[in-house]
């Protein structure tokens, strides 16, 4: 492994498969040393709000907005975030609304990430097969590297 400073990017849901994919991603980072320093984003992404319509009297708020947010936030960045202290890790963490695996792809070409990574989906086969998964959807379309963490 050549040991440049890499920008890496894991999607993180609380999962986890999400939480094997944080430790590996700062393992990843951590190898390059001081003299190297990489970057890890990490990435949730929440499902994109409805769009309002006439009948929505009580439009209902992002869920950044609702009450227990910042715990809910707190409990699903803390393995990235201790793993990321541990190992003298820059770490960003950001949350964002839309289609993870687009969003994902997205932001990886604004950041200019050298890698994604993402957990493989529980899913099974038939699942995986109708619905799709975004480990799948990432590997197949990322415009960067992608390591999927079992």
Known sequence: MLTLSKKIMVAIDGSPQSDKAAEEAVRMASVSGSK?????????????????S?????PNKPA????????KRTRIFYVVEKAAKEAGVTL???????DPAEELMLLAREKH?????????????????VLGSVS???ALHAPCSVYIVR
């Open 36 to 52: 190297f320093p990489s970057e890890v984003y990490a990435v949730l992404v929440l499902p994109s709000m409805k769009s309002q």
């Open 54 to 58: 006439f009948t929505d009297f009580f």
């Open 113 to 129: 990430c050298d890698v994604i990574v993402v957990g493989s989906s529980g899913k099974g086969r038939v699942k995986r097969t």
């Open 136 to 138: 799948t959807k990432v």
């Open 92 to 98: 960003e963490s950001l949350v964002i609304y839309g």
């Open 64 to 71: 950044t907005e609702m009450p227990g947010w910042e715990e």
